[in-house]
């Protein structure tokens, strides 16, 4: 037992429902559309597509899937390089090995944490001496903030390759005033529990390219030829959503305005209630961008600070209040040894320090103004430790 009172969990993400997510599900459940596919499917698809700005949309059952579909679509096979950043979930790279091909990481850079132009540019370079470009580039848009879009569009145009957006964290947020997750060839966006909507479990894959679409709906139900009996020519996959959860995502996407609203203002209030401790900087967000603050990011310089990361991590532990590393870089994964890595400078990875110095806080947008308090207090009470000990 803790020694102090704690007061009940503190979760770093849960879902928040709105109420109206019922309304659909009945409406599944009155009409029997309870097995894949139905009309919430195509409605959530449409709805989906118009909120963004994109041609259209097809619902999967994960992010991952989303991202897998986009591989296959623009043909990643053995022996072929994809780019993808480094300062991400296992997700984002994962499915590049599904389909038999490999990882080339590329670095973050410090004004938005994610994918270094720089060091993309560098392994362009590489890749057409060794004539050898990428099928394509996965740019991660993490914690909400978009990548720097234009520079990377830019490169990526430049060497014929094309861009799979993953949002599955940037849902709601935007870049130079258009939706996170539409600039590349396709974007996709994950509804897991812990996301800034959820559908409990599910995924969308976005693009301009509604053919395209098509065939990842052939792909993601097992790709049946359009015959009267089972006939199969090409491998597919089960990777539709289903019309119950899709009703669930109808609803989710009509509050995820206010859900965004609520992050930011969580992460507002961190910041002005923190941001004076030394060694404290939170996640920025360059000028032109509007993050969803799907987590509020706070890094700890120890030599600052007279803190470090993980004596915070156990006073939250303590607390029963669930905070978290940043994502470990995939470079460093053991899954991923002998990859090849582009640091953002030469020499000087920027994603290795943020993993040394990156604390994810309590974000959910259904977090009280007590519970921030409580996050908050926790971490100033380790600050007043640390001067004392260091005093
Ligand atoms: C959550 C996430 C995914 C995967 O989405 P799932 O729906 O969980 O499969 C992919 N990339 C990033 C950056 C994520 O955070």
Redesign the pocket.
């Known amino acids: 037992m803790p020694s102090i009172a704690t007061g009940s969990r503190i979760f770093l993400s849960p879902p928040h429902m709105s109420g109206n997510e019922l309304t659909y599900i009945h409406e599944a459940f009155d009409t029997n559309w309870i097995a894949p596919l139905g009309p919430n499917v195509d409605a959530f698809e449409r709805e989906l597509a118009e909120k963004v700005g994109t041609r259209g949309a097809a619902a999967v059952s ?4 989303a ?1 897998h579909l986009a591989l296959r679509l623009i043909g990643a096979g053995p022996g072929d390089k994809v780019f993808c950043s480094s300062f ?2 296992i ?2 790279a994962n499915p590049i090995r599904y389909q038999g091909a490999e990882p080339v990481f590329i670095d973050s850079e410090p004004d938005t944490w994610n994918m270094s132009p720089q060091a993309l540019e560098r392994a362009f370079a590489d890749a057409e001496r060794e004539g050898a470009l990428p099928k394509a580039v996965i740019v ?1 848009n ?1 914690y909400g903030q978009s990548a720097k879009m234009e520079e990377i569009a830019a490169l990526c145009e430049r060497y014929g390759v094309p861009i799979i957006e ?1 949002a ?2 940037s849902l709601g947020s935007t870049y130079q005033g258009r939706a996170s997750g539409t600039f590349g060839r396709f974007g ?1 966006y ?3 529990g ?2 800034i909507i959820t559908t409990s ?3 969308m894959l976005v693009s301009d390219d509604t053919g395209a679409l098509e065939k990842a709906r052939f792909l993601a139900t097992q790709a049946r030829d359009p015959a009267p009996h089972y006939q199969h020519s090409e491998m597919g996959f089960n990777y539709r959503m289903s019309n119950v959860l899709a009703g669930i995502g109808r609803a989710q996407l009509e509050v995820l305005e206010d859900r965004v609203r609520a992050r930011r203002l969580i992460f507002s209030a961190y910041e002005s209630e923190l941001g004076d401790l030394p060694g404290v900087s939170f996640m920025p967000e360059p000028a032109g961008s509007r993050s969803n603050r799907w987590l509020t990011v706070m890094t700890v310089n120890p030599a600052e600070a007279g803190v470090n990361p993980a004596e915070l991590l156990a006073a939250f532990a303590e607390q029963n209040i669930e905070a978290r590393p940043v994502w470990k870089p995939l470079h460093l994964q053991p899954l991923f040894a002998g990859a090849a890595y582009y640091p953002h400078l030469p020499g000087a990875s920027f994603c290795e320090t943020l993993f040394g110095q990156g604390i994810c806080l309590p974000s959910g947008s259904s977090l009280t103004e007590e519970e921030q308090a409580r996050v908050i207090s926790c971490v100033r009470r380790e600050w007043k430790q640390g001067i004392a000990v260091s005093a």
């Open positions: 994960s992010g991952t899937a991202i991400t979930f997700a984002s991660v993490l993953d599955a964290e996709v994950s509804f897991n812990n996301k479990g599910g995924g």
